[in-house]
């Protein structure tokens, strides 16, 4: 499938946005604070901003080359842009909408599963029904890539889980390069292949969700990467604590209540590391080798099995831990947040 | 005790406004009754006049339209060197005198003006012909119009403009299925109040175009001519104005609320902050 290059220097009020990135036919979401460029770089990809350099190209198709005088107006880019709160047109029909980028809107439609929508007007909608409108919108254009502004921001808490998921799978199958900006780590966590963090318009760290954790490279990336997210199965045990089976066979307890898919968000600095087991309140004990440890400031980020916790420097000294050492990571089911993934 | 000094302080104040307004529009309609001020419509000199103010109205109003609407677009849309500069220059006629702009317009396209050499070498005389009339009209209503049409454009959603680019739209089709629908409503008032202005251009065509029953001579004209020889017939034009005026108002206080009734109601789905 497609392939999108891109290599950027745009100016904008503040600072220069630059950014190097290589999007294969997966799904890379831009994290990064307010202000940090992350639109800007969409804008640019699609010809809405004026990039002084270098290069975006996509599937072979060169869009822009400031070597080579190269700068295809918006319309001439078949790009897929779901805009922030997705700028549907408001004077027309659902199906009119998906059909202004040309072609039969039926399918897309059907395949979005908002065929009995095609004539309602935007207004008339749920956040979760205009995001699939503003997808199949994008998508009858053909696009080479995908370009998704905030995507989750216009949606209410109670609908995300399931919109995240809806959002996933359908990314999942169409196998485009596609660019997701999002302020919240836990999205792009549960939405993209890999994550690049972006700060005053430069990429700081580029990898997936478990690498940002194990090993920011600057403090600013473990406090946006936040907590472990772990997926599986929940139920409620008849003690009122929620059992989560996790994908990879390990039981976490939480003390939040669950039913069916969720994710499991731990903070690496509610995780503690004990040489041996040791008979405390904590709920769950994972037993395993250690797998890596980063330093960041005067704490380590230890990687044990799929967490990573946070210890200070000096515990990491006292006890001696060195990669391939089997340690009990061990955190308490007060400490986990479940958040719905279906 | 002072609180009740305020309120009749205003209260008489609006009274005193109220009266003062309503007075001379209600005069009007009692020194006839209205059955005979409408007789007075069969007059010839009111059928010339409706006849040649309705002519030059619409063609002025269309020429503005065609002109205003894309120049409102442009200076709505783009940001460049001299912007504000141009919209001055537009806005220029709203605070002129009508006479100021009738003696502007002789300057210009009379026989003696700027380029009446030129039109006298096409055979072409515009001074006080029904092109005048249409030039002066065109010239004191256009600012009307391209004022509220750039608001207009400027009201519409710039994230609307740039999906409709991503989606492969060239500039005619966002400005044809996007800007203009998008824009409609106060594109609508702006020409509705732009007309009405229009209508009742008086002085610059006066000074411009002149006075000819049948040729020149519009509505406004046609009262001021019919002052000493028939006062019921400036009566009835002046009562015909009244009541246009006051469709054009309420149709526009009507359109507006529907239509932000509507857009209130899509604020309230779609308001997120950003």
Known sequence: MGKARLDLKVPTRDFDVEVALDVGAETVALVGPSGAGKTTVLRA??????????????????????????????????????????????????????????????????????????????????????????????????????????????????????????????????????????????????????????????????????????SPATPFVAELAGGNLLTGQARVRVDGLTEVVLDGGLTVVSTDEADGPVGVIVHPWDISIALAETGDSAQNHLRAPIESIVPVGNRRRVRVGPLTAEVTAASAERLHLKAGEIVVATFKATATRLTPLA | MSRIAFAAMTAVAAAVAFAFLLLPLVAIFLRVPVSELFDQLGNQVFQDALVVSIKTSVIAHVAVLLFGTPTAYLLARKRFFGRGALITLIELPLVLPPAVAGIALLAAFGRLGLLGDELNALGISIGFTQTAVVLAVAFVESPFYVRGAIAAFEGVDPDLIAAARTLGAGPWRVFGRVAVPLAAGGLGAASALALARGLGEFGATLIFAGSLQGVTQTLPLAIYAQLDENFDVALAISALFILVGAAILIGLKVFTWARLGSISRFRLVTSTSR
């Open chain 1, 45 to 214: 990809i699609a010809g809405l901003a004026q990039p002084t350099s270098r290069l975006v190209a996509a599937n072979g198709d060169v869009w822009f080359d400031s070597d080579r005088g190269i700068d295809r107006r918006p319309e001439e880019r078949a790009v897929g842009y779901v805009f922030q709160e997705y700028a549907l047109f408001p004077h027309l029909s659902v199906e009119r909408n998906v059909a202004f980028a040309g072609g039969d809107p039926g399918d897309l439609l059907e395949r979005l599963g908002i065929g009995e929508l095609a004539k309602a007007k935007p207004p008339e909608l749920s956040g979760g029904e205009r995001q699939r409108v503003a997808l199949a919108r994008a998508l009858a254009r053909r696009p080479e890539i995908l370009l998704l502004d905030e995507p989750m921001a216009a949606l209410d808490p109670h609908t995300r889980g399931r919109v995240r998921v809806e959002l996933r799978t359908l990314l999942q199958e169409l196998g485009l390069p596609s660019i997701l900006v999002t302020h919240d780590f836990v999205d792009a966590a549960a939405l993209a292949d890999r994550i690049a963090v972006l700060v005053g318009g430069r990429i700081v760290q580029t990898g997936t969700a478990e690498e940002l954790i194990a």
